[in-house]
């Protein structure tokens, strides 16, 4: 990779990003949206004592998982469009090489990520009271950390589609198992044998056993580290694979 074609790459997707006002909307205004919705499910639900309050428990692991359903979304549909209206062939016609325009992706959104992150994790602090261990500073980093996952997942994902129809099918199938596997709903100690083996498999597990671990200690844990350690090797296998299947143009 080339380090000024690369900041070259990342410079002209913020610029376009900074300009679709919707897809700004959906990246700051729905994740506070959803959270409210949570806040006010849970703010009467009884909490035992010593214990972390349903809110809490939740709401964290939404700041995590935000970043990842809207960029997977987000980035899966820009890159079939530059491939469908023929920007990306002429961009590979440049010294653009395909590794330099798929982490310009990354970097690039997962700095929106992490802005994302951080505008939620404001309000659910300062607004909605969410009460955690450690710093809240920890949770951006993590959830910048989805983000840049979720691009890469996106990214690749984005390959095997040739509609924008196609590329949003690919939600159900990529982010939904990783949702109901993460130990959100279930303890991952207590599923199945089969069940865990899959959630072990899959890198947003460790993303939220991360998150978790912010919310129980106040200073950052090895398990921690570890966990955000193979969440970004999964992201960097993800883009390389997709700078692999990157086609072109579609169909």
């Known amino acids: 990779m080339n380090p000024r074609i690369l900041a070259a790459t990342t410079g002209r997707i913020l610029r376009q990003l900074r300009h679709d006002r919707r897809t700004v909307a959906l990246l700051l205004v729905v994740p506070t949206v959803l959270l409210t919705l949570v806040y006010f499910m849970y703010v009467d639900q009884p909490t035992p004592p010593g214990r972390p309050s349903v809110f809490d428990r939740v709401a964290l692991i939404m700041l995590g998982f935000f970043p990842f359903i809207i960029m997977f979304l987000v980035t899966s549909i820009a890159m079939l469009r530059e491939r469908t209206s023929g920007t990306l062939e002429r961009l590979l016609t440049t010294p653009l090489g395909k590794l330099d325009l798929l982490f310009g992706y990354g970097i690039a959104f997962g700095l929106a990520g ?53 590329a949003v099918q690919f939600m159900p199938v990529v982010v939904l198992p990783q949702l109901l596997l993460c130990g959100l709903f279930v303890p991952r100690g207590e599923m199945s ?11 947003l597990s460790y993303a939220v056993e991360a998150l978790q671990e912010v919310g129980a200690h106040a200073d950052p844990t090895t398990t921690m580290w570890r966990d955000l350690a193979i969440v970004t090797g999964a992201a960097v296998a993800a883009l390389v694979l997709a700078a692999a299947t990157l086609r072109r143009r579609s169909g």
Do not use: M
Not at 196 to 203: K, N, R, W
């Open 114 to 166: 992490v802005l994302q992150a951080a505008v939620a994790s404001l309000v659910a602090y300062r607004v909605f009271g969410l009460d955690t261990a450690g710093s809240g500073g920890l949770v951006v980093l993590i959830a910048g950390v989805n983000a840049v996952l979720a691009v890469a997942l996106g990214l690749l994902c984005s390959a095997f589609a040739r509609t924008e129809f196609q």
């Open 193 to 203: 044998g089969w069940l865990q083996a899959i959630s072990d498999a899959l890198p």
